[in-house]
């Protein structure tokens, strides 16, 4: 309706972003290029394929169907009534409809009364509506996925975001990140080792993602523009674009541990080579990557090898370093003064030397993404690593 909407294009969608937004906000721009901020909590993307599996930064998405110059709640839930009691009149088959507004200065229960509103008008027209309870203003991840809004045309969640400038955008879920599946990953896989670190999944996907060029994405259409069902499908003869491994491109993790990044990466479309100084992480690896590649079927290759990242020579071709280094000794509380200067020395100087050593070894422009550890005193200050200060003197 022209008095209530400045409709988008079918190419414009909205992220909710996670509780690191800034963190959120560069894997969308690195993997997405169109994307600007729309509130402190969400972005505005400007893409044809959007699938918030392959995001750890995003919390949900939807497609946007709908601007409103600047509204206060009131405002923005009459028009959300009117263009759906009248989209919806003839809907067959019940609706599942979530609610969910951000930036708004409303309570859960106000939130509520617009389901309760609309429910009853589009029961006047005898359509069923179930509404799913708000117990805040916007739905927690866990509602959403576990009651698989945006899934279905008849399961759908509404998306009201307010900007602090007062612009209103509505949209329809395309879906929630799905903490089953990262959980199950998370906690099922077959070895962990709490001692060498527990990287999230969802951590592990950003990294990836911050890590891969548009080149490198634009030359395999499999790490963006394919769904997961497409990746995992059996290759066709003459498929030239995933009918061989040898076409991925190849990340490299150095300090793989319990092979977290790896299973993320090989998931995401790539073939993973792995490295770590223990032999006890790479056998842990060996039995994680087998792991995932049964029950996902992902289809590129993994390969893992005994070595360590100050002096290793990778096999080639590498076209993408993600990893979690050498974190130091685990701390249960702030250390001495002596101690910490100690361990920031050791950290310091192994991922300094690693850095140096695949520096000789990479094609100009490859690109890294290399988590480093820093210490937070109880005064909230932290103490950083050197080489972060230096990394031009290190072949960057």
Request: aromatic share 6%.
């Amino acid at each position: 309706r022209k008095d209530i909407l400045v409709v988008y294009t079918i190419n414009m969608y909205i992220a909710i972003l996670g509780r690191q937004p800034a963190i959120g906000m560069a894997e969308l721009e690195q993997v997405f290029g169109d994307v600007r901020w729309f509130s402190d909590q969400s972005a505005v993307i400007n893409t044809h394929h959007f699938d918030i599996e392959h995001l750890g930064g995003t919390l949900k998405a939807g497609r946007i169907v709908a601007e409103l110059p600047n509204g206060d709640w009131r405002k923005a839930s009459m028009k959300l009534v009117q263009a759906y009691a009248q989209a919806w009149s003839d809907v067959e088959g019940k609706i599942t409809l979530g609610i969910s507004a951000y930036g708004f200065n409303v309570s859960a229960r106000e939130v509520q009364k617009t389901g309760i509103v609309l429910k009853g008008k589009l029961k006047a027209k005898n359509v069923s509506l179930r509404l799913i309870p708000n117990s805040e203003p916007a739905l927690n991840t866990a509602a959403s996925h576990h009651n698989k809004l945006g899934l279905s045309n008849n399961k759908v969640e509404l998306l009201v975001i307010r900007a602090r400038n007062g612009k209103v955008i509505i949209a329809e879920s395309v879906g929630a990140q799905n903490i089953t599946a990262l959980a199950r990953r998370d906690q099922e896989r077959p070895k962990r080792d709490a001692f060498v670190g527990m990287l999230p999944p969802k951590l592990a996907q950003i990294m990836i993602n911050l890590a891969s060029s548009g080149n490198e994405r634009a030359g395999h259409p499999s790490l963006t523009d394919l769904t997961q069902q497409e990746r995992q499908r059996p290759a066709q003869e003459g498929d030239e674009a995933v009918s061989s491994s040898l076409a991925r491109p190849t990340l490299l993790d150095p300090f793989c541990g319990t092979g977290v990044l790896l299973q993320e990466a090989l998931l995401l479309g790539y073939n993973v080579y792995g490295t770590d100084l223990a032999d006890k992480m790479i056998d842990y690896s060996r039995v994680n990557m087998d792991w995932i590649k049964t029950i996902s079927h992902a289809e590129g290759d993994y390969k893992l090898e005994q070595g360590d990242a100050m002096t290793t020579k990778w096999q080639q071709p590498i076209d993408v370093i993600a990893c979690e280094t050498y974190l130091g000794q685990p701390f249960s509380a702030p250390p001495s003064p002596s101690k910490l200067i100690e361990v920031r020395g050791n950290c310091d100087h192994i991922i300094s030397d690693f850095l140096r050593n695949i520096a000789e070894q990479l094609q100009p422009g490859t690109p890294l993404c290399v988590a480093v550890p820093a210490w937070r005193a109880v005064d909230g200050s932290f103490t950083h690593l050197p080489l972060i200060n230096k990394l031009t003197q290190l072949g960057y």
